[in-house]
């Protein structure tokens, strides 16, 4: 009989044990020994703008859709967006007057399409998937990647602005170009100052759908008043964007030219694979600029966004300024300043 009520207290004991775990649990998850705690679906994506393009994303995985259709989605919205200068229609023109736009997009099982320096098609990151599934290649670019639109249904338009016509005519003055540090935000405020020498930049996004499937996307109309025929990191895949579907993903933003020379994305993943977490995958990345290319470093923005599979995100930057847009079941216009190194 004495053996029958310790076995009865020590049931009571396990369970209350049990009790005490989920009473300190405090985001609300449930916690226990054999399930894994899932904070996703979830979506993240770089700068201000991010917030309404993750709030386009969510409306597909709020409701069980597929990461890729989400983050294909949500960076139409500023493809399309007219007062966004750094990405899509509206993008401020190379030195020339023309406005090519680069994109490229990634799922779960590896499979990837990018599009570089195409021109009168609004919404390349559409171009870059289909490339992805109706090609054999990962990328085509200028006058291939336009015709392959065209065969594909896309409309020709012109992208160049009367606001973007202004501003390069008024940078043709004086025709110099330097990059500019977070021009990305700047130039998307109404505080933005035309005639500046401005960097264009990018919007990059990831999302985890409610199975834990990661895809990617990155788009941009690149470099204010570029070279003609300059491509960024933004449409290579292992640079501006990388999906493991094992581990997680990344994506970059700011000056290309510094995250291709450090195959910055797949670094990031790389490390988070490791064992780093995407913060400090993401400072890594950074890390690596500046022992490369210390002065350079000093002047230009880079940025790095990271996700893994668990839904634990972070980015770091080589300048203060930088921010990044998360939208999840709890919140969907949050917005985080990015940590830095300078």
């Known amino acids: 009989m004495s053996s029958r009520r310790n076995f009865i207290r020590q049931g009571f004991m396990a369970a209350a044990a049990i009790g005490t775990l989920r009473a ?11 399930d894994k705690v899932k904070k996703y679906p979830i979506v993240i994506s770089t700068w201000d703008f991010g917030i309404a393009a993750n709030k386009a994303a969510w409306e ?12 294909e989605q949500g ?4 493809e399309a967006d007219l007062k966004n200068m750094t990405v899509g229609k509206g993008g401020y023109p190379d030195r020339d007057g023309h406005v090519t736009l680069d ?9 990837c399409g990018a599009v ?14 289909l490339v992805m599934e109706k090609t054999p290649h990962v990328m085509l670019v200028g006058e291939g990647a336009l015709q392959f639109a065209l065969e594909n249904g896309f409309k020709e338009e012109n992208l160049l602005t009367p606001e973007g016509e202004k501003a390069w005519k008024e940078w043709l003055k004086e025709k110099k170009y330097k990059p500019v540090v977070n021009i990305e935000n700047k130039s998307f405020a109404a505080e933005r100052l035309p005639g500046n020498q401005y960097n264009h930049d990018t919007i990059g996004m990831l999302a985890l759908d409610v199975n834990g499937n990661i895809s990617g996307a990155c788009t941009t109309s ?24 094992e581990v997680g993903g990344a994506t970059s933003t700011g000056v290309g030219e510094e995250v291709i020379r450090n195959v910055g994305s797949f670094l990031v993943v790389e490390l988070m694979r490791q064992g780093y977490s995407p913060e400090d995958a993401c400072k890594e990345a950074v890390m690596r600029i500046v022992k490369k290319k210390p002065a350079i470093a000093k002047e230009i923005q880079v940025g790095f966004l990271a996700i893994n599979k668990k839904g634990e995100y972070g980015a770091f930057a080589l300048q203060e300024g930088f921010s990044y847009a998360v939208c999840d079941s709890k919140q969907q216009d949050l917005l985080i300043k990015g940590k830095h190194y300078y």
């Open 60 to 71: 597909i995985l709020s409701k069980g859709g597929k990461a890729l259709d989400a983050v």
């Open 222 to 245: 690149g470099m204010a008043f570029k070279m003609h025929g300059r491509v960024g990191d933004s449409p290579i895949i292992g640079a501006g964007l990388y999906v493991d579907n």
């Open 116 to 129: 570089a320096g195409m021109e009168k098609i609004g919404h390349p990151i559409s171009v870059a998937r």
């Open 24 to 34: 300190f649990d405090t985001k609300g998850l449930t916690i226990a020994s054999d």
């Open 75 to 78: 960076v139409r919205v500023p």
């Open 103 to 111: 994109a490229c997009i990634m799922d779960a099982d590896g499979n």
